[in-house]
């Protein structure tokens, strides 16, 4: 079983930044890819960034790529999607997801493959 908790979501202008953090409960982390995923209101939930249990691959929307940044921590069992040069269509609940990963190449952009979610964190872009 893992938690997640996700925080550092706020309210920006257009071309800002932030830094989402999801804090992982559990001694097995290191066992899990991660990956962020965005919903915005009307819309359905859509993949934004990945990373191997490892932290050796990582994986971004084209939208986002260029733009955002996924890494973790393994000591502060922590995953973090650093966001910049934020837009307005990027204003979403971000989530934080955790899927078991039984070797050091596993990464997926498949929200289906997710076995564990956080709660979200509003992220809110403006103009």
């Known amino acids: 079983q893992v938690q997640l908790v996700e925080s550092g979501g706020g309210s920006v202008q257009a071309g800002g930044s932030l830094r989402l953090s999801c804090a992982a409960s559990?001694?097995?982390?290191?066992?899990?890819?991660m990956g962020w995923f965005r919903q915005a209101p009307g819309k359905e939930r859509e993949f934004a960034a990945a990373i191997t249990r490892a932290g050796g691959t990582t994986n971004y929307a084209d939208s986002v790529k260029g733009r955002f940044t996924i890494s973790r921590d393994t000591t502060k069992n922590t995953v973090y999607l650093q966001l910049n040069n934020l837009k307005p269509e990027d204003t979403a609940v971000y989530y934080c997801?955790?899927?078991?990963?039984?070797?050091?190449?596993?990464?997926?952009?498949?929200?289906?493959?997710?076995?564990?979610w956080g709660q979200g964190t509003q992220v809110t872009v403006s103009s």
């Open positions: 997801a955790a899927v078991r990963a039984y070797n050091d190449k596993y990464i997926t952009s498949s929200a289906r493959s997710y076995d564990y």
């Open positions: 559990g001694r097995t982390f290191n066992s899990y890819a």
